[in-house]
């Protein structure tokens, strides 16, 4: 049995489909055998100048580090780019002036994310924090994504577990859309879509997997892919870098929890997450909520839903949700 769903949030059309013999297309996202430490990997504590010079770090006792941030060593976007506009004909075109920034997450070239103790998480949002409240200052810049690429069947090209940073000098058009149903949605009903959802999903509680004082972790309604999680602030707030230290902990608290929920379902797939929040230079929004997305790279995209713009979920998100409390 298969059903259209509309994701309210983004409008987007899913087909989710109840397939009890769905396989995984990938397995594991690294080798099992992965060393603590990689004398060739550029991340790896020891091997510090092979990377670009050193942006941001939190110290350790003696001299090390247990987050770093660097700049990527073959950016896509540069804060010493001049930003320029010009058109040509119908075509726009503006230098490749931002930023491009790696937190490198951990000195363990073999960890992920359950493998860090809660307080190196809540460092983890914090570096987060203070890398976006610091580009804000920068008033070329409209828009800052962190994003999280593990395994190469989700982009990533090292091993060793890290995040990225990129600040640009116009919106993507992903969060653009996401704002404008949004708006639409709140001009039409006078309330925030992501409010109306996290009240739906807390009354249900059949997509969600965890709560916490402040955040609940959830499986959405129309899901991209098999286990795909979300992480919601579960008051209004439209702009990340405004959380404070004791919501730093409890998110990273709950994203490392949200990510071995995930390792445990699908033996450590690839998968992705993102942050979205507001516009750099935008107010607080009362028609949006930052959210983290996590989405396990775990089935193929093909023809139909790149021409179509839909996904097909053989999963249904409740029976998903369902194993992941379990988990």
Known sequence: MSEFRKDPLSNRWIITLDDKNFVPTTGRA?????????????????NEDKTGKEIHRVSQPKDGWSIRVIPNNNPYLQVETQLKK?????????????????????????????????????????????????????DRL??????????????????????????????PKTISDEMAEAQQ????????????????????????????????????????????????????TSHFHHIND????QLGSLLKDSITRVNKALNYPPYNYMIH??????????????????LPRVKSIAGFEWGSGFYINPTLPEESAEYLRGL
């Not at 060393?35 to 550029?42: A, R, Y």
């Not at 004791?246 to 902990?249: K, R």
């Open 30 to 46: 690294l080798p099992e055998d992965l060393p603590v430490k990689d004398d060739i990997c550029p991340f790896c504590p020891g």
């Open 86 to 138: 010009k058109g040509d004909a119908v075509y726009d075109i503006i230098a490749g002036t931002g930023a491009n920034e790696v937190i490198i997450e951990t000195p363990a070239h073999n960890a992920d994310l359950e493998n860090l103790t809660d307080a190196h998480a809540a460092e983890l949002i914090k570096v987060y924090r203070a890398r976006m409240s610091d580009l804000l200052k920068d």
């Open 142 to 171: 409209e828009y800052i994504l962190i994003f999280k690429n593990k395994g190469s069947r989700a982009g990533a090209n090292l091993a060793h577990p890290h995040s990225q940073l990129m600040a640009m000098p116009v919106i």
């Open 185 to 236: 949605y709140y001009g039409f009903k006078t309330r925030c879509p992501f409010c109306d959802t996290l009240e739906s999903e807390l009354a249900s509680r059949s997509r969600l997997v965890k709560e916490t004082e402040n955040f609940i972790s959830f499986v959405p309604f129309a899901s991209r892919t098999p286990f795909e999680m979300w992480i919601m602030p579960k008051h209004h």
């Open 246 to 249: 004791n919501m730093c902990a």
């Open 277 to 294: 929040t507001a516009p750099s230079k935008s107010p607080d929004i009362p028609f949006f909520h930052w959210h983290i997305e996590i």
